[in-house]
Nanobody, 127 residues
């Protein structure tokens, strides 16, 4: 089982930037995806983006593309979510999630495809 711990959340003004980190441990497979999801109050958890660990390929939701960037650090075993030009509607609890078997790209945004989850970190963007 993969363990995931998010960090880096906080309160930020609109237009600002924030970096979230997802520390991973327990990974035993070379096939590995880390997805970022977020859940705002009263809303369903939604896909933000993901990264394939081996390839480094990334995929983003249209609502964040061009503003958010996902990267991985193979030495530290962390995945970062760089968030720029933040908007009040980005306010949510942000979660990282992992999957250790192959997944077709058409399923990247489906939260049920990810088997391990972190506890989440709160991001609040003030207007």
């Amino acid at each position: 089982q993969v363990q995931l711990v998010e960090s880096g959340g906080g309160l930020i003004q609109a237009g600002g930037s924030l970096i979230l980190s997802c520390a991973t441990s327990g990974r035993t497979s070379s096939t590995f995806y880390i997805g970022w999801f977020r859940q705002a109050p009263g809303k369903e958890r939604e896909f933000v983006g993901n990264i394939g660990w081996d390839s480094g390929s990334t995929y983003y939701a249209s609502s964040v593309e061009g503003r958010f960037t996902i990267s991985r650090d193979n030495v530290e075993n962390t995945v970062n979510l760089q968030m720029n030009n933040l908007k009040p509607e980005d306010t949510a609890i942000y979660y990282c999630a992992a999957r250790s078997t192959y997944m077709r790209s058409t399923y990247y945004r489906h939260r049920s495809m990810y088997t391990d989850w972190g506890q989440g970190t709160q991001v609040t963007v003030s207007s």
